[in-house]
């Protein structure tokens, strides 16, 4: 007996798809070349917000509100436990140009009906303790928290696990056959695998499986750089946003977690020291208690961005029984969910709750020659 679903890639979209198909009590094998999150999914600040900052595309935002939803009406299924720390996220601005630029991320969330706050220098500063005395201006958003990501990606395939899903480790897809809107077979280093419907979620490397079928999905790897520190006593719970994509966040073990800017240089993983020293300098800035924690371990992710900054998310044109996962850029943990949801329905009902049309891989279909 084969699956009835194959999902390529081990990272946080593959294994949330398996959550949601083995809820809808679909059989799921999770092929991974590697462990369970090796990819960015390994890399995350994990951060879920309704609303990131300030740029959350329009169609994205029904997406946004129902993933928030979704983590909190699931947690009890998660085992392990998320380590959930629900405290919030203040964007913080340290001077005048810096408040002009965080004044977005207050009227998206708005508009979003979150009842955030905007807050004075003064006001921020007793907010939250920890930043420095120059704090010009703040926003908070309660609706935020961050989880600790390598729980979140074995909390959803656990689940999946014990719905009668599996999981390989160590098997690299290397082709995919498909013929008459068939996936024929899945091609790996461990031999052939058979499923009814196959989704591909291989993160940044979701082009190099699916060019071979003639769909140029772009999808290109951002590198993000962290700096995480050694565990320190409890200081906030707070997720701390600052300008030009920065954001602190005190994992539930007491390490900072130091973030990251998008840099497009290919799969290179490599750390650099330009780019820890610009970080060094604005979070000790921003947060000068910093300064006196020692720096533990230096990591980079890749970010599987898209062109125009949407997930693409549906049957690959020419294949219906293929579906695409990926390109979540900078928000895919916060997405998971909903994504998972509506892969789960487009495989069992045909249709999604969601509108999703403005993810498809269609929107790409003037370039293929399926
Ligand atoms: C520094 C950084 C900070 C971030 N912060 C946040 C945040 O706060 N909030 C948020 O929502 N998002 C954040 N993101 C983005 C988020 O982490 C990603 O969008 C998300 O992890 C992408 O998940 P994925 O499953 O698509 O890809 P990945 O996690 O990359 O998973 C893809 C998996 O596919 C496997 N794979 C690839 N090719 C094959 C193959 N041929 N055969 C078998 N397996 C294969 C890989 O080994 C990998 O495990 C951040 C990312 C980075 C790098």
Known sequence: MHPEVIIIGGGVIGTACAYFLAQRGVKVLVLERNHLG??????????????????TLEPLRPLSLESYRLFSDHEQNFDPALEIIRGGALYAAMDAQEAVAIRPFYDEIRQMGIDCRLLDGKEALDFEPLLAPQVTAAVFNPASFHVNPFRLGEAYLNAALRQGGRVAYGVKVQDIVVANDRVVKVVTNRGDYQGDWVVVAAGAHTPQLLSPLGLPIPIVPARGQVILTEACPRMTDRVLLFVDHLYARQTASGNFYLGSHTEFVGFDNRITLQKLTTFARAFTRAIPLLARVRALRFFAGFRPICEDNLPVIGPLPGCSKLVVASG????GVRFSASTGKAVSELIVDGQTEQPMEAFSPRRFAENVAV
Do not use: D
Request: charged residues 5%.
């Open 38 to 55: 090796c990819g960015a999914s390994g890399s995350t600040a994990a951060i879920i917000s309704i609303s990131g900052s300030g740029s």
């Open 328 to 331: 979540h850029g900078r928000t």
